[in-house]
Nanobody, 118 residues
Framework: QVQLVESGGGLVQAGGSLRLSCAASGRIYSSSVMNWFRQAPGKEREFVGALRWSTGRTYYADSVKGRFTMSRDNAKNTVYLQMDNLKPEDTAIYYC???????????WGQGTQVTVSS
C-alpha cells in the first residue's frame, strides 16, 4: 500500500494562503484519483478537491472553487493544494486520499491541521 504523507498545514489569518503537500511513497498510477478532504470539529469529513492523475484534470467543491487549486509533480509523486483567500470556516484537518473515483478514497494520509483565525 502506498503511504501518503501530508504537510504544510499551520495557522494563518483570514485572507492568507497555505500550500498543502501530499507525498506518496511510491508511484501514483494513472488510474488514480488524488483527493483532498477535510474534517472540521464536530462535522463529517467533506470533499474538497480531486485531481485525476491520467489527465491532470481537477475538480473542486463549490465551497472552495476559485480559492483552492490542486496541482501535481509527477516526478515527486506529490499532489499539492494551494489555498488562497482562506476563511475561518476552512479550519479543519485536511486529508489526502487516493482512490479511483472523484470523492472516494481507500488510501489515506494522516492529515494536517489548518487553522484560519479571524
Amino acid at each position: 500500500q502506498v503511504q501518503l504523507v501530508e504537510s504544510g498545514g499551520g495557522l494563518v489569518q483570514a485572507g492568507g494562503s497555505l500550500r498543502l503537500s501530499c507525498a506518496a511513497s511510491g508511484r501514483i498510477y494513472s488510474s488514480s484519483v488524488m483527493n483532498w478532504f477535510r474534517q472540521a470539529p464536530g462535522k463529517e469529513r467533506e470533499f474538497v478537491g480531486a485531481l485525476r492523475w491520467s489527465t491532470g484534470r481537477t475538480y473542486y467543491a463549490d465551497s472552495v472553487k476559485g480559492r483552492f487549486t490542486m496541482s501535481r509533480d509527477n516526478a515527486k509523486n506529490t499532489v499539492y493544494l494551494q489555498m488562497d483567500n482562506l476563511k475561518p470556516e476552512d479550519t479543519a484537518i485536511y486529508y489526502c486520499g487516493r482512490g479511483i473515483n472523484i470523492g472516494e478514497a481507500n488510501n489515506w494520509g494522516q492529515g494536517t491541521q489548518v487553522t484560519v483565525s479571524s
